[in-house]
């Protein structure tokens, strides 16, 4: 127990403490304990700061009451300025410690250790497109960019009906595939992969999933073909073809309506 009075005694007991801490703390059975550890000791770095502090002022208040082992006065004196200047260097260390500490804990505050609802991420195909559609969609691209390219795919996403197709379908992805060749666009939850050569791009979605439904993915034996690619089916609705605006508006501007 401190004793608030003896410097001595409390030293010993502060040492004492660390070493308990020390051998503690190399597991923790729960790691959100981890937040009130940090917490303490931040509040213990303070303190410790202090000590320093009052350590080089007890040096400095006596150099001119002490001598070296040769009872020499001057010599104590700078020994005693030497000391009181390494402890208030110390004492500066320790505020670098204390800014990172602090900083650590702000951290560990907004950690969910042991979450219910733990969710991850997942990719589901929205639309793939080869030939001719992909033709007036790439078209599109090249003329205003990767950003209108994915604007306008995100008309064949159709919420929870384009989810339920890709889950039936198998087409749910760790990540958003990229095949050889393929060039890959992100804007917000959504992926677009494009390949002018190959002609076809897609448009993928993250979907986050709970934890305990998700399972290892297989292993890959070979790379992807495009005869993977051709394989794959569109998520549209069910009841024809849709068409966005603006690959109708591309194929007026060519002649190519009816």
Not at 85 to 95: G, N, P, V
Not at 125 to 140: I, P, R, S, T, W
Not at 160 to 179: C, F, S
Request: aromatic share 6%; with cysteine; hydrophobic share 40%.
């Amino acid at each position: 127990m401190p004793t608030f009075t003896d410097p001595t005694a409390d030293a010993g007991e502060a040492h004492g403490a660390l070493r308990g801490l020390a051998h503690a703390s190399r597991t923790f059975e729960n790691p959100s304990d981890t937040y009130p550890v940090i917490g303490d000791l931040l509040a213990g770095v303070r303190s410790l700061r202090q000590v320093l502090d009052q350590l080089a002022t007890v040096h400095l208040n006596h150099q001119h009451q002490v001598t070296d082992e040769a009872r020499n006065y001057a010599c104590g004196a700078v020994e005693a300025l030497a000391a009181a200047d390494e402890l208030h260097q110390a004492a500066s260390l320790i505020d670098q410690a204390h800014d990172r500490l602090n900083a650590a804990m702000t951290h560990s505050s907004r950690i969910v250790w042991q979450p219910d609802d733990r969710r991850v991420e997942r990719w589901i195909g929205v639309v793939f497109l080869q030939g001719e559609d992909a033709d007036h969609m790439l078209e599109l691209i090249d003329a205003q960019g990767v950003e209108a390219g994915i604007e306008n795919l995100r008309q064949w996403d159709y919420g929870d009906e384009t989810t339920d197709a890709a889950m039936v379908n198998g087409d749910v992805h760790d990540a958003a595939p990229v095949y050889p060749g393929d060039r890959q666009a992100e804007a917000g939850d959504y992926v677009m992969t494009y390949n002018a050569l190959a002609g076809h791009l897609a448009l993928y979605r993250r979907h986050m999933i709970p934890a305990e439904d998700a399972i290892d993915p297989p292993i890959e034996t070979h790379p992807p073909t495009r005869r993977d690619v051709a394989g794959r089916r569109s998520t549209i609705r069910d009841g024809g073809w849709f068409e966005p605006a603006a690959i109708t508006a591309v194929k007026q501007a060519r002649g190519l309506s009816l």
